[in-house]
């Protein structure tokens, strides 16, 4: 079945320095989102690619989807204590509306 | 306004016992779907409603799991008779979207299941 794989599984960094997690699919897909989830929340939306190689910022996050629109990465730029959690891919392939959640990378910033 | 809310927050059930989640989405969701999210793993699929239809159970681990919907609205996940490998956080989401123009998913706090 379809598996999407994210790197690296575990992410620490000092504060200001950047982040960059990478989404891959084993299949196609039609669109992309992330999320993030604190310690002991919920998933919280953040962001859905749809297009072949689409690039969106939120401040200080850059969001790319990949021409092949199998892979994606998330990129944090001089990043804060307030970024701490872990930040999920999740693709939706084909016409379903199911989504299929990465592995997840857990950022932690030491201030 | 509210969020989507589920309860219990915390459930502790024996092995071999039934138990009920319950999930209230925001008001006029369409799309609500359940999760299950295993200690340090990502949301995994169970199954996804659109109004009361259920659309999409495949990832439904086995028939021991049941969910409803009845209503269009408030939708109950049942596990008969549990067992160890249920232990985990089943959240709940819904979305105002449906098909493929389906946008955010606003996820619930979760209940925790504890089977021992």
């Known amino acids: 079945g379809q598996q999407v794989m994210q790197i690296p599984q575990y992410q620490h960094v000092q504060e200001g320095e950047d982040f960059t997690t990478y989404c891959n699919s084993s299949?196609?897909?039609?669109?992309i989102q992330w999320y993030k989830q604190r310690p002991g929340g919920h998933p919280v939306f953040l962001i859905q690619?749809?297009?072949?190689?689409e690039v969106k910022k939120q401040k200080r996050l850059t969001f790319q989807f990949g021409e092949a629109k199998k892979n994606s990465s998330l990129h944090i730029t001089a990043t804060q204590t307030t970024d701490v959690g872990t930040y999920f891919c999740?693709?939706?392939?084909?016409?379903?509306?199911?989504?299929?959640f990465g592995t997840g990378t857990l950022l932690a910033v030491q201030p | 306004g509210a969020g989507v809310s589920q309860s219990p927050r915390y459930k502790v059930a024996k092995r071999g016992q039934d138990v009920a989640l319950r999930c209230d989405p925001i008001s006029g969701h369409v799309s609500l779907f359940w999760y299950q999210q295993a200690l340090g793993q990502g949301p995994e699929f169970l199954t996804y409603f659109q109004n009361e239809a259920q659309l999409d159970k495949s990832g439904l681990p086995s028939d021991r799991f049941f969910a409803e919907r009845p209503e269009g609205s408030v939708s109950t996940l049942k596990i008969q008779r549990t067992q160890q490998e249920d232990s985990a956080v089943y959240l709940c989401?819904?979305?105002?979207?449906?098909?493929?123009?389906?946008?955010?998913?606003?996820f619930g706090p979760g209940t925790r299941l504890t089977v021992l």
């Open positions: 690619l749809v297009k072949s190689g």
């Open positions: 299949t196609t897909l039609s669109n």
């Open positions: 989401a819904s979305s105002t979207t449906q098909g493929l123009a389906a946008a955010e998913q606003f």
């Open positions: 999740a693709g939706r392939s084909g016409a379903t509306n199911k989504l299929i």
